[in-house]
């Protein structure tokens, strides 16, 4: 059982390296290489001037340390069919204008001449030739091929073509089969936030225990001011600065000015969003004005019990680069009453509203 056990284990892990195998070199193969130029072509030949219609390819520039003859032909007959495919060319192939690898001699009875030839063809040897080869097929384009490999990018291919009367080049493009990728950097604005301010929260009553244990009635100042303080660290979503999501954590002191001894203190955990909803504005690396949400937890400090849990929809405005003014609204979703000592308790309203000071860094 162990030995059936090792084999199929090892069986599995030669079928994965294998598979493994087979799909890198899939990727590094020539057709799937010029698979990934022909789609780039696609876009790339419908600027070609109309008035060429009839081209033909006269010239491949190679190595041969790097492509067989056959690798060269494959290339050359995928360019010439994305050529007819994407831009409606007819691409001529004339035995004088066609790349060869030859060696070729030349000479009369007083000179002789050996050329080498390699990639073009008998036509681009000389001038004269090339012009009545091009006159006699009706060649509006003359087509130079460049074909390298190079790392990472793979298989680079540039098209050059030439005008036959004039020998100017009238248009030129290169391909890669693996281009690279250009990884948008965020410039991140200013993350860290310390918020100061203050928060006016109504409460609707205030229920005090007296001496003999009954139950009273009594009413606080109409507002309770809430002074908080808080940090807050944000991260940008998008290169552009228009939106963040941050966490804070802060202090609240509650007090009323009716009430010289009443005071609650609160620890505040929250979650927030900033949407830009003005333009981008480049002194400051992001919007004038964003919307603010955020959703908080209040946890009193000490013997009152209970907890808050609130939402704060509300206005940004950065006014400079590190300074910035935010006003909310305070929606309580629950835990409105606190229990205070000796079972006192206060019940806020559910809404309130506050301004805060904003400084980034």
Known sequence: MKRIFQSVVLGIVCLSISSSSFAQDHKSGDP???????NQMSDELSDIPVNIRRVAVYKINYSALRFTPQQVEFIRAEV???????????????????PNDKMKIMGNDSTLQILNIRGRSLADVSPEFLTTITDKY?????????????????????????????????????????PFEVVEE????????????AESRASESIT????????????????????QVSYTFRQPLNAENSSYVGLSGGFHILKSSEAQDFEINFLEFGVSYYQAVTQMNEDLNEARVMLLLKASAQIPIGKPKGQIFTFNPGLMFNLSENIGLAV?????????????ENNNKVTFNRTSYGVQGVIRF
């Not at 965020?186 to 301010?197: L, T």
């Not at 005090?208 to 002074?227: M, N, P, R, Y």
């Open 32 to 38: 799937y290489l010029m698979e990934q130029i022909t």
């Open 80 to 98: 010439e069919s994305a050529m007819r495919l994407y831009a409606g060319l007819t691409v001529l192939s004339p035995p004088e204008l066609e």
């Open 138 to 178: 009706g060649v509006q384009g003359l087509i130079e091929l460049t074909v390298q490999r190079r790392y990472p990018e793979g298989l680079v291919i540039s098209v050059r073509m030439m005008n036959p009367i004039s020998r100017e080049v009238i248009w030129t493009r290169s391909f890669v089969s693996n």
């Open 186 to 197: 965020i410039v991140q604005s200013k993350s860290h936030m310390i918020n100061f301010g």
């Open 208 to 227: 005090l225990v007296d001496t003999t244990g009954a139950e009273t009635d009594s009413t606080l100042d109409k507002t309770i001011i809430d002074f």
């Open 328 to 340: 909310y609204g305070s929606i309580a979703l629950s835990g409105e009453t606190i229990t205070l």
